[in-house]
Protein backbone atom coordinates (compact mmCIF):
# COMPACT_ATOMS: atom_id res chain seq x y z
CA UNK A 1 0.00 0.00 0.00
CA UNK A 2 1.04 3.39 -1.25
CA UNK A 3 2.02 6.06 1.44
CA UNK A 4 -0.94 8.59 -0.25
CA UNK A 5 -3.24 5.40 0.33
CA UNK A 6 -2.22 4.47 4.07
CA UNK A 7 -2.69 8.85 4.69
CA UNK A 8 -5.83 8.70 3.28
CA UNK A 9 -7.28 5.22 5.13
CA UNK A 10 -5.66 6.86 7.86
CA UNK A 11 -7.64 9.81 7.54
CA UNK A 12 -10.74 8.18 6.64
CA UNK A 13 -10.54 6.39 10.01
CA UNK A 14 -10.33 9.16 12.05
CA UNK A 15 -13.06 11.16 10.20
CA UNK A 16 -15.09 8.45 11.12
CA UNK A 17 -14.43 8.08 14.65
CA UNK A 18 -14.84 11.87 14.90
CA UNK A 19 -18.13 11.35 13.48
CA UNK A 20 -18.96 8.73 15.74
CA UNK A 21 -18.17 10.34 18.70
CA UNK A 22 -20.01 13.23 17.87
CA UNK A 23 -22.97 11.45 17.02
CA UNK A 24 -23.26 10.42 20.50
CA UNK A 25 -22.58 13.77 21.75
CA UNK A 26 -25.24 15.07 20.09
CA UNK A 27 -27.67 12.83 20.76
CA UNK A 28 -27.00 12.54 24.55
CA UNK A 29 -26.91 16.07 24.40
CA UNK A 30 -30.00 16.88 22.96
CA UNK A 31 -31.67 14.21 24.46
CA UNK A 32 -30.59 15.55 28.06
CA UNK A 33 -31.54 19.10 27.19
CA UNK A 34 -34.84 17.90 26.42
CA UNK A 35 -35.68 16.10 29.07
CA UNK A 36 -34.43 19.30 31.38
CA UNK A 37 -36.35 21.66 29.51
CA UNK A 38 -39.55 19.21 29.91
CA UNK A 39 -39.05 18.74 33.59
CA UNK A 40 -39.17 22.64 33.79
CA UNK A 41 -42.04 23.03 32.33
CA UNK A 42 -43.92 20.29 34.05
CA UNK A 43 -42.28 22.53 37.63
CA UNK A 44 -44.32 25.43 36.38
CA UNK A 45 -47.20 24.05 36.00
CA UNK A 46 -47.43 22.25 39.05
CA UNK A 47 -46.68 26.00 40.60
CA UNK A 48 -49.72 27.01 38.84
CA UNK A 49 -51.48 24.03 39.67
CA UNK A 50 -50.64 24.49 43.37
CA UNK A 51 -52.28 28.06 43.30
CA UNK A 52 -55.26 27.10 41.75
CA UNK A 53 -55.69 24.08 44.18
CA UNK A 54 -55.29 26.35 47.17
CA UNK A 55 -57.74 28.94 45.61
CA UNK A 56 -60.49 26.65 45.45
CA UNK A 57 -59.60 25.46 49.20
CA UNK A 58 -59.19 29.11 50.39
CA UNK A 59 -62.83 29.70 48.84
CA UNK A 60 -64.08 26.94 50.84
CA UNK A 61 -65.47 25.34 48.04
CA UNK A 62 -63.65 22.04 49.58
CA UNK A 63 -60.97 21.39 52.49
CA UNK A 64 -57.51 20.13 52.27
CA UNK A 65 -58.76 16.66 53.35
CA UNK A 66 -61.05 16.87 50.36
CA UNK A 67 -58.79 18.28 47.64
CA UNK A 68 -56.87 14.59 47.99
CA UNK A 69 -60.16 12.68 48.65
CA UNK A 70 -61.57 10.28 45.89
CA UNK A 71 -64.56 12.15 45.18
CA UNK A 72 -62.75 15.26 44.10
CA UNK A 73 -59.46 14.23 43.23
CA UNK A 74 -60.52 13.17 39.78
CA UNK A 75 -62.49 15.87 38.66
CA UNK A 76 -59.83 18.04 39.47
CA UNK A 77 -56.91 16.01 37.74
CA UNK A 78 -59.08 16.31 34.70
CA UNK A 79 -59.73 20.08 35.43
CA UNK A 80 -55.66 20.91 35.47
CA UNK A 81 -54.75 18.10 32.90
CA UNK A 82 -57.36 20.10 30.68
CA UNK A 83 -55.77 21.75 27.19
CA UNK A 84 -52.48 20.44 28.06
CA UNK A 85 -50.84 17.02 26.21
CA UNK A 86 -49.51 15.75 29.93
CA UNK A 87 -51.74 13.86 32.33
CA UNK A 88 -52.30 14.84 35.81
CA UNK A 89 -52.50 12.37 38.94
CA UNK A 90 -53.15 13.33 42.54
CA UNK A 91 -52.08 10.82 45.50
CA UNK A 92 -52.77 10.75 49.08
CA UNK A 93 -50.27 10.38 51.87
CA UNK A 94 -50.41 6.82 51.64
CA UNK A 95 -49.42 6.52 48.23
CA UNK A 96 -52.48 5.50 46.56
CA UNK A 97 -53.39 8.01 43.01
CA UNK A 98 -56.74 9.38 44.41
CA UNK A 99 -57.23 11.76 41.13
CA UNK A 100 -55.96 10.31 37.58
CA UNK A 101 -57.33 12.39 34.45
CA UNK A 102 -56.01 9.55 31.88
CA UNK A 103 -55.92 5.75 32.28
CA UNK A 104 -52.49 4.78 32.75
CA UNK A 105 -53.46 2.30 35.74
CA UNK A 106 -50.04 0.29 35.20
CA UNK A 107 -48.07 4.01 36.29
CA UNK A 108 -49.87 3.83 39.25
CA UNK A 109 -46.97 2.75 41.88
CA UNK A 110 -43.91 3.72 41.17
CA UNK A 111 -40.68 4.95 43.40
CA UNK A 112 -40.87 8.38 42.87
CA UNK A 113 -44.04 8.65 45.10
CA UNK A 114 -42.50 7.54 47.88
CA UNK A 115 -39.47 10.24 47.30
CA UNK A 116 -42.19 13.09 46.96
CA UNK A 117 -44.09 11.97 50.63
CA UNK A 118 -40.49 12.61 51.61
CA UNK A 119 -40.58 16.22 50.62
CA UNK A 120 -38.80 15.68 47.76
CA UNK A 121 -39.21 16.36 43.93
CA UNK A 122 -39.06 13.33 41.92
CA UNK A 123 -38.25 12.79 37.82
CA UNK A 124 -38.29 9.67 36.31
CA UNK A 125 -38.53 7.57 32.87
CA UNK A 126 -40.68 4.91 32.72
CA UNK A 127 -41.89 2.80 29.56
CA UNK A 128 -45.37 1.36 29.19
CA UNK A 129 -47.01 -0.22 26.68
CA UNK A 130 -43.80 0.51 23.93
CA UNK A 131 -44.14 4.21 25.14
CA UNK A 132 -41.87 5.99 27.32
CA UNK A 133 -42.77 8.62 30.24
CA UNK A 134 -40.95 11.35 31.58
CA UNK A 135 -42.79 11.30 35.15
CA UNK A 136 -42.25 14.36 37.07
CA UNK A 137 -43.88 14.32 41.23
CA UNK A 138 -43.96 16.97 43.47
CA UNK A 139 -44.80 16.66 47.50
CA UNK A 140 -47.97 19.48 47.99
CA UNK A 141 -47.52 21.63 51.18
CA UNK A 142 -50.09 22.92 53.22
CA UNK A 143 -49.68 25.10 56.54
CA UNK A 144 -45.85 23.28 56.55
CA UNK A 145 -46.66 19.51 56.31
CA UNK A 146 -47.16 17.44 53.42
CA UNK A 147 -50.81 16.21 52.35
CA UNK A 148 -50.36 14.70 49.17
CA UNK A 149 -48.69 15.28 45.92
CA UNK A 150 -48.89 16.13 41.97
CA UNK A 151 -47.60 13.54 39.66
CA UNK A 152 -47.76 14.39 36.06
CA UNK A 153 -46.96 11.99 33.35
CA UNK A 154 -45.68 13.26 30.21
CA UNK A 155 -45.93 11.36 26.84
CA UNK A 156 -42.26 10.98 24.90
CA UNK A 157 -43.11 9.60 22.10
CA UNK A 158 -42.83 13.33 19.94
CA UNK A 159 -39.65 13.46 21.47
CA UNK A 160 -38.64 10.27 20.27
CA UNK A 161 -39.66 11.12 16.90
CA UNK A 162 -37.77 14.44 17.02
CA UNK A 163 -34.95 12.63 18.23
CA UNK A 164 -34.95 9.63 15.43
CA UNK A 165 -35.67 12.76 12.88
CA UNK A 166 -32.38 14.66 14.12
CA UNK A 167 -30.34 11.48 14.28
CA UNK A 168 -31.11 11.18 10.34
CA UNK A 169 -30.20 14.95 9.50
CA UNK A 170 -27.19 14.47 11.63
CA UNK A 171 -25.82 11.22 9.52
CA UNK A 172 -26.94 12.74 6.02
CA UNK A 173 -25.01 15.69 7.24
CA UNK A 174 -22.36 13.70 8.21
CA UNK A 175 -22.36 11.94 5.37
CA UNK A 176 -22.07 14.54 2.75
CA UNK A 177 -19.09 16.21 5.58
CA UNK A 178 -17.52 12.79 5.25
CA UNK A 179 -17.45 12.64 1.68
CA UNK A 180 -16.40 16.02 1.24
CA UNK A 181 -13.54 15.54 3.51
CA UNK A 182 -12.27 12.82 1.82
CA UNK A 183 -12.67 14.00 -1.39
CA UNK A 184 -10.22 17.28 -0.41
CA UNK A 185 -8.10 14.95 1.70
CA UNK A 186 -7.28 12.95 -1.31
CA UNK A 187 -6.60 15.64 -3.47
CA UNK A 188 -4.78 17.00 -0.53
CA UNK A 189 -2.74 14.07 -0.39
CA UNK A 190 -2.06 13.65 -4.04
CA UNK A 191 -0.67 17.10 -4.11
CA UNK A 192 1.68 16.80 -0.82
CA UNK A 193 2.63 12.87 -2.84
CA UNK A 194 3.62 14.51 -5.73
CA UNK A 195 6.97 16.46 -5.03
CA UNK A 196 7.73 12.97 -3.38
CA UNK A 197 6.57 10.75 -6.41
CA UNK A 198 8.99 13.21 -8.58
CA UNK A 199 11.70 12.36 -5.66
CA UNK A 200 11.19 9.05 -6.60
CA UNK A 201 12.09 9.07 -10.04
CA UNK A 202 14.93 11.49 -9.67
CA UNK A 203 16.22 8.58 -7.30
CA UNK A 204 15.27 6.28 -9.83
CA UNK A 205 17.28 7.99 -12.61
CA UNK A 206 20.86 9.19 -9.96
CA UNK A 207 21.28 5.63 -9.22
CA UNK A 208 21.81 5.58 -13.27
CA UNK A 209 24.00 8.21 -13.37
CA UNK A 210 21.46 10.74 -14.41
CA UNK A 211 21.35 14.19 -12.56
CA UNK A 212 19.33 16.54 -14.91
CA UNK A 213 15.82 15.60 -13.05
CA UNK A 214 15.04 18.39 -10.58
CA UNK A 215 12.47 18.74 -8.00
CA UNK A 216 10.37 21.63 -8.00
CA UNK A 217 7.81 22.64 -5.15
CA UNK A 218 6.46 25.85 -4.31
CA UNK A 219 4.87 25.29 -0.83
CA UNK A 220 6.68 26.47 2.35
CA UNK A 221 7.11 23.52 4.27
CA UNK A 222 9.58 20.78 5.04
CA UNK A 223 8.96 18.87 1.76
CA UNK A 224 10.50 22.38 -0.10
CA UNK A 225 13.65 21.56 2.15
CA UNK A 226 13.37 18.04 1.43
CA UNK A 227 13.39 18.84 -2.53
CA UNK A 228 15.81 21.56 -2.15
CA UNK A 229 18.62 19.60 -0.39
CA UNK A 230 17.63 16.85 -3.05
CA UNK A 231 18.58 19.17 -5.63
CA UNK A 232 21.88 20.14 -4.45
CA UNK A 233 22.95 16.74 -3.50
CA UNK A 234 22.29 16.03 -7.24
CA UNK A 235 24.30 18.65 -8.35
CA UNK A 236 26.83 17.81 -5.99
CA UNK A 237 27.11 14.36 -7.43
CA UNK A 238 27.23 15.33 -10.32
CA UNK A 239 30.06 17.90 -9.78
CA UNK A 240 31.92 15.20 -7.74
CA UNK A 241 31.33 12.64 -10.91
CA UNK A 242 32.83 15.12 -13.28
CA UNK A 243 35.91 15.98 -11.11
CA UNK A 244 36.28 12.25 -10.47
CA UNK A 245 35.61 11.45 -14.58
CA UNK A 246 38.33 14.75 -14.93
CA UNK A 247 41.02 13.29 -12.95
CA UNK A 248 40.39 9.84 -14.36
CA UNK A 249 41.08 10.85 -17.82
CA UNK A 250 43.70 13.36 -16.86
CA UNK A 251 46.04 10.27 -14.88
CA UNK A 252 45.15 8.01 -18.01
CA UNK A 253 46.51 10.65 -20.28
CA UNK A 254 49.87 10.91 -18.40
CA UNK A 255 50.34 7.77 -18.06
CA UNK A 256 49.43 6.54 -21.32
CA UNK A 257 51.84 9.71 -22.42
CA UNK A 258 54.60 8.26 -19.67
CA UNK A 259 54.27 4.47 -21.14
CA UNK A 260 54.59 5.64 -24.65
CA UNK A 261 57.53 7.50 -23.99
CA UNK A 262 59.39 4.68 -22.32
CA UNK A 263 59.25 2.83 -25.71
CA UNK A 264 62.04 5.39 -26.63
CA UNK A 265 64.63 4.18 -24.55
CA UNK A 266 63.47 0.48 -25.13
CA UNK A 267 64.46 0.51 -28.38
CA UNK A 268 67.12 2.31 -28.19
CA UNK A 269 68.72 -0.09 -25.98
CA UNK A 270 67.91 -3.09 -28.15
CA UNK A 271 68.93 -1.31 -31.32
CA UNK A 272 72.69 -0.43 -29.69
CA UNK A 273 72.19 -4.49 -28.58
CA UNK A 274 71.50 -5.76 -32.20
CA UNK A 275 74.70 -3.41 -33.23
CA UNK A 276 76.86 -5.08 -30.70
CA UNK A 277 76.63 -8.30 -32.39
CA UNK A 278 77.53 -7.13 -35.89
CA UNK A 279 80.55 -5.24 -34.02
CA UNK A 280 84.23 -6.25 -34.17
CA UNK A 281 85.61 -3.37 -32.94
CA UNK A 282 86.01 -2.74 -29.37
CA UNK A 283 85.52 1.22 -29.68
CA UNK A 284 82.40 0.64 -31.29
CA UNK A 285 81.08 -1.58 -28.95
CA UNK A 286 82.28 0.71 -26.01
CA UNK A 287 80.62 3.26 -27.46
CA UNK A 288 77.19 1.13 -27.78
CA UNK A 289 77.79 0.27 -24.10
CA UNK A 290 78.32 4.22 -23.39
CA UNK A 291 74.40 4.79 -25.41
CA UNK A 292 72.94 1.70 -23.93
CA UNK A 293 74.00 2.70 -20.11
CA UNK A 294 72.98 6.61 -21.29
CA UNK A 295 69.48 4.70 -22.44
CA UNK A 296 69.17 2.34 -19.36
CA UNK A 297 69.63 5.53 -17.08
CA UNK A 298 67.03 7.91 -19.01
CA UNK A 299 65.11 5.02 -18.55
CA UNK A 300 65.14 4.74 -15.00
CA UNK A 301 64.99 8.10 -14.39
CA UNK A 302 61.61 8.07 -16.42
CA UNK A 303 60.45 4.85 -13.64
CA UNK A 304 61.36 6.59 -10.63
CA UNK A 305 59.22 10.27 -12.26
CA UNK A 306 56.37 7.19 -12.45
CA UNK A 307 56.80 5.93 -9.31
CA UNK A 308 56.70 9.32 -7.73
CA UNK A 309 53.88 10.60 -9.71
CA UNK A 310 51.54 7.67 -7.99
CA UNK A 311 53.19 8.42 -4.62
CA UNK A 312 52.32 11.93 -4.49
CA UNK A 313 49.35 11.95 -6.99
CA UNK A 314 50.51 14.46 -9.43
CA UNK A 315 50.10 13.54 -12.62
CA UNK A 316 52.28 17.35 -14.05
CA UNK A 317 55.45 16.64 -15.93
CA UNK A 318 58.14 18.60 -14.05
CA UNK A 319 59.92 20.85 -16.25
CA UNK A 320 63.53 22.10 -15.14
CA UNK A 321 64.50 24.93 -18.23
CA UNK A 322 68.36 24.94 -18.93
CA UNK A 323 70.50 27.42 -20.53
CA UNK A 324 72.12 24.61 -23.07
CA UNK A 325 73.35 24.04 -26.36
CA UNK A 326 70.85 22.59 -28.63
CA UNK A 327 73.37 21.51 -31.54
CA UNK A 328 74.55 19.24 -28.65
CA UNK A 329 71.32 17.64 -28.39
CA UNK A 330 70.58 16.72 -31.88
CA UNK A 331 73.96 15.94 -32.35
CA UNK A 332 73.29 12.92 -29.10
CA UNK A 333 69.62 12.42 -30.27
CA UNK A 334 70.62 10.89 -33.76
CA UNK A 335 73.33 8.90 -32.10
CA UNK A 336 70.66 7.30 -30.08
CA UNK A 337 68.33 6.95 -32.79
CA UNK A 338 71.33 5.80 -35.01
CA UNK A 339 70.10 1.64 -35.23
CA UNK A 340 66.65 2.60 -36.01
CA UNK A 341 67.83 4.76 -38.90
CA UNK A 342 70.16 2.34 -40.17
CA UNK A 343 67.57 -0.47 -40.30
CA UNK A 344 65.04 2.12 -42.27
CA UNK A 345 68.14 2.40 -44.87
CA UNK A 346 66.95 6.13 -44.55
CA UNK A 347 69.99 8.92 -45.60
CA UNK A 348 69.95 11.71 -42.42
CA UNK A 349 72.03 14.93 -42.76
CA UNK A 350 72.33 17.21 -39.76
CA UNK A 351 73.22 21.08 -40.49
CA UNK A 352 74.02 22.83 -36.99
CA UNK A 353 75.89 25.22 -35.27
CA UNK A 354 76.17 25.84 -31.58
CA UNK A 355 73.21 28.00 -30.51
CA UNK A 356 72.53 28.10 -26.50
CA UNK A 357 68.60 28.41 -25.63
CA UNK A 358 66.63 27.69 -22.41
CA UNK A 359 65.29 24.26 -22.30
CA UNK A 360 64.37 20.98 -20.42
CA UNK A 361 66.84 18.31 -22.04
CA UNK A 362 64.86 15.46 -21.47
CA UNK A 363 61.66 16.83 -22.55
CA UNK A 364 63.60 18.53 -25.76
CA UNK A 365 65.28 14.86 -26.24
CA UNK A 366 61.66 13.02 -26.21
CA UNK A 367 60.45 15.70 -28.60
CA UNK A 368 63.08 14.75 -31.23
CA UNK A 369 63.18 10.89 -30.38
CA UNK A 370 59.05 11.49 -31.14
CA UNK A 371 59.48 13.36 -34.50
CA UNK A 372 62.29 11.90 -36.16
CA UNK A 373 60.89 8.80 -35.49
CA UNK A 374 57.44 9.48 -37.02
CA UNK A 375 59.08 10.65 -40.04
CA UNK A 376 60.92 7.54 -40.02
CA UNK A 377 57.71 4.94 -39.29
CA UNK A 378 55.11 6.96 -41.06
CA UNK A 379 56.79 9.29 -43.49
CA UNK A 380 58.05 6.51 -46.22
CA UNK A 381 60.79 8.81 -46.97
CA UNK A 382 64.30 8.04 -48.19
CA UNK A 383 65.73 11.51 -46.99
CA UNK A 384 65.49 13.27 -43.51
CA UNK A 385 66.87 16.35 -43.26
CA UNK A 386 67.12 18.70 -39.74
CA UNK A 387 68.43 22.18 -39.37
CA UNK A 388 69.36 24.38 -36.43
CA UNK A 389 69.85 28.06 -37.06
CA UNK A 390 68.33 31.26 -35.08
CA UNK A 391 65.61 32.43 -36.17
CA UNK A 392 63.55 35.43 -34.82
CA UNK A 393 65.68 35.92 -31.53
CA UNK A 394 64.61 31.69 -30.54
CA UNK A 395 66.40 28.96 -32.01
CA UNK A 396 64.28 27.25 -34.49
CA UNK A 397 64.74 23.28 -35.76
CA UNK A 398 63.84 21.50 -38.82
CA UNK A 399 63.77 17.85 -39.54
CA UNK A 400 61.97 18.23 -43.12
CA UNK A 401 62.02 14.35 -45.10
CA UNK A 402 60.75 13.90 -48.30
CA UNK A 403 57.63 11.58 -47.49
CA UNK A 404 54.58 11.04 -48.45
CA UNK A 405 53.33 13.78 -46.64
CA UNK A 406 49.92 14.94 -44.38
CA UNK A 407 46.58 14.95 -46.06
CA UNK A 408 44.71 18.54 -45.30
CA UNK A 409 42.21 16.85 -42.79
CA UNK A 410 44.47 14.87 -40.80
CA UNK A 411 47.09 17.82 -40.57
CA UNK A 412 43.54 19.46 -38.28
CA UNK A 413 43.45 16.77 -35.70
CA UNK A 414 47.41 15.98 -35.53
CA UNK A 415 47.86 17.95 -32.21
CA UNK A 416 44.35 16.52 -30.63
CA UNK A 417 44.10 13.91 -28.02
CA UNK A 418 43.70 10.20 -29.02
CA UNK A 419 40.42 10.17 -27.26
CA UNK A 420 39.02 12.66 -29.77
CA UNK A 421 40.32 11.08 -32.67
CA UNK A 422 37.48 9.00 -34.39
CA UNK A 423 39.94 7.93 -36.69
CA UNK A 424 42.76 6.62 -34.11
CA UNK A 425 44.53 3.82 -35.59
CA UNK A 426 45.54 2.13 -32.43
CA UNK A 427 48.94 -0.55 -33.93
CA UNK A 428 52.11 -2.14 -32.20
CA UNK A 429 53.83 0.83 -33.79
CA UNK A 430 51.87 3.25 -33.39
CA UNK A 431 49.21 5.05 -30.41
CA UNK A 432 48.56 8.45 -31.61
CA UNK A 433 50.02 9.88 -28.82
CA UNK A 434 53.48 10.89 -29.83
CA UNK A 435 52.51 14.39 -31.55
CA UNK A 436 50.05 15.42 -28.86
CA UNK A 437 52.47 15.24 -26.61
CA UNK A 438 55.19 16.65 -28.58
CA UNK A 439 52.76 19.70 -28.48
CA UNK A 440 52.55 19.89 -24.68
CA UNK A 441 55.78 19.08 -23.90
CA UNK A 442 57.11 22.48 -26.28
CA UNK A 443 54.85 24.41 -24.44
CA UNK A 444 55.68 23.46 -20.93
CA UNK A 445 59.19 24.45 -22.08
CA UNK A 446 57.91 27.77 -23.50
CA UNK A 447 58.28 27.06 -27.41
CA UNK A 448 55.95 25.75 -30.05
CA UNK A 449 55.80 23.11 -32.36
CA UNK A 450 54.76 23.67 -36.39
CA UNK A 451 53.73 21.31 -38.86
CA UNK A 452 54.13 21.96 -42.42
CA UNK A 453 53.23 19.56 -45.12
CA UNK A 454 51.32 18.61 -48.69
CA UNK A 455 50.06 15.48 -49.80
CA UNK A 456 53.32 14.03 -52.08
CA UNK A 457 55.49 16.49 -50.99
CA UNK A 458 57.11 15.73 -47.73
CA UNK A 459 56.83 17.52 -44.23
CA UNK A 460 58.55 20.39 -42.62
CA UNK A 461 58.30 19.86 -38.56
CA UNK A 462 59.69 23.55 -37.32
CA UNK A 463 60.54 23.31 -33.15
CA UNK A 464 61.01 26.68 -31.45
CA UNK A 465 63.03 27.38 -28.15
CA UNK A 466 63.63 30.28 -26.52
CA UNK A 467 67.13 32.00 -26.34
CA UNK A 468 66.08 33.70 -22.90
CA UNK A 469 64.35 31.94 -20.12
CA UNK A 470 60.24 32.53 -20.29
CA UNK A 471 59.41 30.68 -17.16
Not at 34 to 54: C, G, K, P, V
Not at 152 to 174: C, E, K, P, S
Not at 381 to 398: A, F, K, N, P
Not at 429 to 449: D, T, Y
Request: glycine content about 6%.
Amino acid sequence: MGLRNKLFLQHTVTIIMLLTAMYFIVNYTLSKSMIERDTQTLSQYFALHRIEALKIVNDKKINIEQLFSGAYAPLIASHLAANSNFQVQLFALDGTIVGNSGDKENLLKRSDIETVLTGQTATVITEAADTQYLIYSAPFWYEGKIVGGFRYLLDLNQHVQTQTQMRYWFIGVALVCLLISLLASYSFFSILMKPLQDLQQALRLVSIGNFSKKIVVNSHDEVRELAADFNHMSDALQQHIELLHYEQGKQKTFYDNMTHELKTPLTSIIGFSDLIAKMDQLDDIRTCNIYIRKESDRLLNMVEDLLQTSLKGNEAWRVKLEQVDLASILTDSLRILEPTIQKSSIITTLQAEPCEVYLDPKLTQQVLFNVIDNAIRHGECTHLHISLESYEGQGQVRIVDNGKGIAEQARQTLFLPSEYKQDRIISAQSHGLGLPLCKQFMELQGGSILIISQEGKGTEVQLRFNTSPSL
